[in-house]
Each structure stands twice: as C-alpha cells, then as structure tokens.
C-alpha cells in the first residue's frame, strides 16, 4: 500500500459485492419478459454504467418507444432486491479486507454508481453500516462516472486531500471518474483485464484482495 494514504475509498458492484452477475439476471430477465432483443454478448460493456444510462441506451436503440428507462428501472429493482437477498456473495477477500483497513486507516468511504435502496440492502446484508465514515450513492450527484462528481464530492465529505486517498475500482468509467478527482487508483480485476485497467488511468492493478497486504 502507497505510502501517505489516509483513507480506501470502495466501489461497491465488483469490488464489496459480486452483484455484476446478479444486475444482468435481473435485466435480462425484465427485458426478455417485455420481448425487448438486448445486445447480450455485449452486455460487459455496461459495467460501471448507471441503471438511467444503460436503460436510456436500450430504450433509444432496441425499442419502438413503448417503454421508459425509469419503468424498466424501477421492474429491474423489484426483481433485483429479491436476487440480492437470496444470492449475493461478496468478492472474495473483501470483508476481510474491509475489517483490516478499519483498524489501518483514517477513515473508509463508498462510491458507487448504484442508488441508495441498493446499496443499503447490499451494506445491511454483509453487516457493513458500521464501518464507512461516507458513503456516495447515485442518488447523492448530478454527473455519473467517469465524470469527476463522484469521487470528488467523497474527498470533500471526507475532508482530505484527493491525493491521500486510495480507490478500490474494478471499472473502466470509475477508475476514469476517481483519477479525475485527483485520487490514488488500484484497478481490480473482476469486471475488466489488467490491460484495460491500466489503460483507464489505474496507477495500480490487483487481482485479488491479499495483494494489497503485501504492498
């Protein structure tokens, strides 16, 4: 770990959560039920995207207009809370990661691109509320990753300097989105290939958990 860090900022979707897997059955699934013919082979490309980008996308492209991006959101969420509950596992190692840079660091922040409904249910499932001095949801900013809006306005409620701060990101829009805001990025490979991750600005790349132990 970098020298002069202060605080981890997480992503949650494929960094604390293995939910990549869990959004695309749960669109997937509203989608087929409407008819509607989704690029699937694709879909990883949506990784890291907003629930109002990825259905506006759908709707522009692969629909006669009969549908809107918050009725398919809101059909998602329904189903996708249920899926949560019932399948969501954590990314290997990052509890236990969590658990340790709580004693290690200043303080722990979440930035994610989910709303607030989601993140919640994903935090009170692995019992996570206690530990996270900040948490950014899509609900709290304007502009989405890999806009800066996201990492900057967790810097600013954590009132240290960008520089003092480590992201944890598995996306290629995040890791654009945290470098932006002027933050220490390490790349996890869960969503994205090395190559990509460094290509997106990560100064850092990981493949899993017990590296950061180490450095």
């Avoid at 009969?66 to 249920?82: G, M, P, R, V």
């Avoid at 001095?133 to 990753?145: F, L, N, Q, R, W």
């Avoid at 701060?165 to 654009?176: A, F, N, P, R, T």
Wanted: charged share 20%; with cysteine; aromatic share 12%.
């Amino acid at each position: 770990m970098q020298n002069g860090i202060q605080a981890i900022i997480f992503d949650m979707d494929g960094v604390i959560a293995d939910s990549e897997p869990l959004h695309f059955e749960a669109e997937k699934a509203i989608l087929q039920q409407r008819g509607i013919e989704a690029p699937w082979d694709d879909w990883y490309k949506f990784t890291g995207l907003t629930d109002e980008k990825i259905f506006q996308y759908l709707v522009d492209n692969f629909t006669d207009g009969n549908y809107s991006a918050h009725e398919l959101i809101e059909a998602k969420y329904e189903i996708f809370i249920d899926i949560l509950h019932e399948k969501l596992q954590p990314i290997p190692g990052a509890l236990e990661f969590i658990y340790w840079a709580r004693e290690q660091y200043s303080k722990l922040a979440l930035t994610t691109s989910s709303k607030v409904r989601i993140q919640q249910t994903i935090f009170e499932k692995f019992e996570l509320v206690p530990y996270f001095d900040v948490i950014v949801t899509g609900d709290c900013i304007t502009y989405s990753k890999p806009h800066p809006e996201p990492y900057l306005n967790t810097v600013q409620a954590l009132e240290l300097p960008a520089e003092t701060c480590m992201v944890i990101e598995d996306s290629l829009s995040g890791i654009q989105s945290a470098k932006a805001a002027g933050c220490n990025v390490t790349g996890l490979t869960t969503s994205f290939p090395r190559q990509q991750l460094l290509e997106a600005g990560a100064d850092a790349v990981i493949d899993e958990y017990a590296s950061l132990y180490h450095e």
